[in-house]
């Protein structure tokens, strides 16, 4: 069984920078589209970058400007740039890989803005 595993959360002053990194434990096929999503305590889970086979990137409105996301295909791996960090980012953040077939999540990785 293929799984994900997210590197790279922590505890950032607001106005810093992180940069999440989610790479697959063994080889995915068929893989359409990789994604981060984040969970805040009493929040619903939110989708925050994608980015589809064909590199096409989708970003949240709260993150437009300040995240970035990109991936490498021959690793499978995808990862978030995280710029211009709020308090308000604080959340889990976890990476979602689809492919025809299945549907992967990482374990999640906390990230904490302090004011």
Request: overall charge neutral; glycine content about 12%; proline content about 2%.
């Amino acid at each position: 069984q293929v799984q994900l595993v997210e590197s790279g959360g922590g505890l950032v002053q607001a106005g810093g920078s992180l940069r999440l990194s989610c790479a697959a434990s063994g080889s995915i096929y068929g893989i359409t589209l990789m994604g981060w999503y984040r969970q805040a305590p009493g929040n619903l889970h939110e989708l925050v970058a994608s980015i589809t086979s064909g590199g096409i990137t989708y970003y949240a409105d709260s993150v437009k400007g300040r995240f970035t996301t990109s991936r490498d295909n021959a690793k499978t791996t995808v990862d978030l740039q995280m710029n211009s960090l709020k308090p308000e980012d604080t959340a889990v953040y976890y990476c979602r890989i689809v492919t025809t077939t299945h549907n992967y999540w990482g374990q999640g990785t906390q990230v904490t803005v302090s004011s």
